[in-house]
């Protein structure tokens, strides 16, 4: 047996003697590193703005979210304005976000439910924010973790990714994701680890070329999926 044979043999065998916990602490540590201030790039002045801008970001990008949302909210500033908006006007508004037709609607929809089954106010729980109309699990953890601070998880196409590559999980689903992340993740740690996923994916982990070269994660990282 070479002895490039058996580095790599007790490099492995070190990599997967580190436990979940283990690694996403220090997956937290490394993060914390990178990006200290982590926020969500979507631009809001308060909860369903978020929430609106979050409906918005589906399909679509961040950036382009940030450009649309400014003429939206200066239109829109109540809840009342959105209940009683044109839905033209709003597809207007919305139409480069793409799927505009359906969001509109979702956006209308989800003002309407929140004045009159939620007094006016944006759910601070997962279980009411998804009653909502195009709101699931991954906007309402979002929600629930930046604008109330309780215990969140958003699984987005991002958090597949890296959270199986690490080996952190084993899993597609982003329900049993979500739910596999929350055992590990310290509850208060949830919501900036979400958002410095998304930028670690952005500027180092992507989906097909991987900077592993670069990656302080590299020690171990079980590179699931990463071609050799």
């Not at 580190?18 to 490394?30: A, F, H, S, W, Y």
């Not at 215990?151 to 739910?179: A, C, Q, Y």
């Amino acid at each position: 047996m070479s002895r490039r044979t058996r580095l790599i043999g007790a490099r492995l065998r070190a990599v997967k003697a580190v436990t979940k916990k283990e690694r996403v602490l220090k997956t937290i540590d490394v993060l914390k590193e990178l990006y200290p201030d982590a926020i969500c790039s979507l631009t809001a002045s308060n909860p369903f703005e978020l929430l609106v801008a979050v409906r918005l970001s589906a399909q679509c990008t961040d950036a382009r979210v940030n450009m649309v949302t400014p003429a939206l909210f200066e239109k829109y500033k109540t809840l009342d304005d959105y209940c009683n908006a044109n839905l033209s006007d709003v597809e207007a508004l919305i139409k480069s976000c793409g799927f505009y037709k359906i969001k509109a609607q979702s956006i209308i929809g989800m003002a309407n439910k929140i004045r009159d089954d939620f007094d006016g106010r944006v759910p601070d729980n997962i279980d009411d924010l998804i009653t909502l109309p195009g709101v699931g699990r991954k906007t309402a953890n979002l929600i629930v973790g930046d604008v109330y601070g309780k215990e969140s998880i958003v699984v987005d196409t991002h958090m597949i990714r890296i959270s199986n590559r690490i080996g952190l999980v084993k899993e597609k689903d982003p329900k049993k994701i979500e739910f596999a992340l929350k055992k590990i993740v310290p509850v208060n740690e949830g919501s900036d680890f979400c958002h410095r996923i998304v930028l670690f994916g952005r500027d180092i982990c992507s989906a097909r070329k991987p900077k592993c070269d670069i990656c302080p994660m590299a020690e171990y990282c079980k590179k699931v999926g990463v071609k050799k």
